[in-house]
């Protein structure tokens, strides 16, 4: 049985069958180091252009992903308000009240509409906690008044603390006429005062939705 002699088959650098074994070791490896860098390239090129965008997700939904950006940049800004937890400053928002003049009394001072939702008055004991708002006693001069024009309210629960609720029950804090005013800057501070017939409470049945922006050790 004869076989047919059959012309060497070109490899693709141009090059027979004939000549591998007389071609120089670097030219071999030349070669194969330019074929793994295409299919590199290639790869790269198809990660890049065919998995950019994320599974599910079309340019337009992208496009309108950006639009909801800019609305929320444009989203109305509530002012944040200072107080006191525990011996340091925080910041909050009003964000609903029970009472209308407690709500239109906000209102003037955040310069932000606070809604009246009247059924915050009827929350459970266990749902609230207080927050003392000054009716008199010292007037700030180096940070802002609280509502009622003197000191900021203080708070006896912030994030973190096993008994926080943002809802607020109002406790109006009124300084004796024979007591000496300061800034009270923690509810132990404020209840020690009332002990001791410095200051007196009154809780008008207000609750005020009021959650914390910043607190000790923690933020927003």
Same mark, same amino acid.
């Given at each position: ?25 670097w ?9 793994? !860098? &295409? ?8 990660? @890049?252009?065919?998995? %950019?965008? +994320?599974?599910?997700? #079309?340019?337009?939904?992208?496009a309108?992903?950006?639009e ?14 200072l ?8 910041l ?6 029970s009472d209308?003049?407690?709500a ?17 008055a !009827? &929350? ?8 003392? @708002?000054?009716a008199? %006693?010292? +007037?700030p001069?180096? #940070? ?23 809802l ?53």
């Amino acid at each position: 049985m004869s076989t047919t002699n059959r012309p060497a088959e070109p490899y693709l650098d141009g090059t027979t069958r004939a000549d591998t074994a007389s071609r120089p070791w670097w030219r071999t490896g030349l070669f194969a180091g330019t074929a793994l !860098a &295409a299919v590199i390239i290639g790869l790269g090129a198809w990660i @890049v252009y065919g998995l %950019g965008e +994320t599974p599910g997700m #079309t340019t337009g939904d992208m496009a309108a992903g950006g639009e909801m950006g800019e609305m929320a940049a444009d989203a109305p800004r509530i002012p944040p308000v200072l107080g006191y937890y525990g011996g340091e400053q925080v910041l909050f928002i009003h964000t609903e009240a029970s009472d209308p003049q407690i709500a239109q009394t906000l209102e003037g001072m955040m310069g932000s509409p606070v809604p009246v939702v009247e059924s915050l008055a !009827a &929350a459970p004991a266990d749902a609230r906690s207080p927050v003392y @708002v000054f009716a008199n %006693g010292v +007037t700030p001069e180096d #940070t802002p008044a609280g509502p009622l024009g003197f000191q900021p309210d203080v708070f006896a629960t912030a994030p973190g603390d096993e008994d926080y609720t943002p809802l607020r029950e109002l406790v109006l804090v009124t300084w004796a006429d024979d007591a000496e005013p300061r800034v009270l800057t923690s509810a132990e501070e404020v209840t020690q005062a009332e002990a001791a017939g410095e200051v007196n409470f009154e809780r008008p049945g207000v609750v005020v939705n009021i959650p914390l922006l910043t607190w000790p050790g923690g933020q927003r």
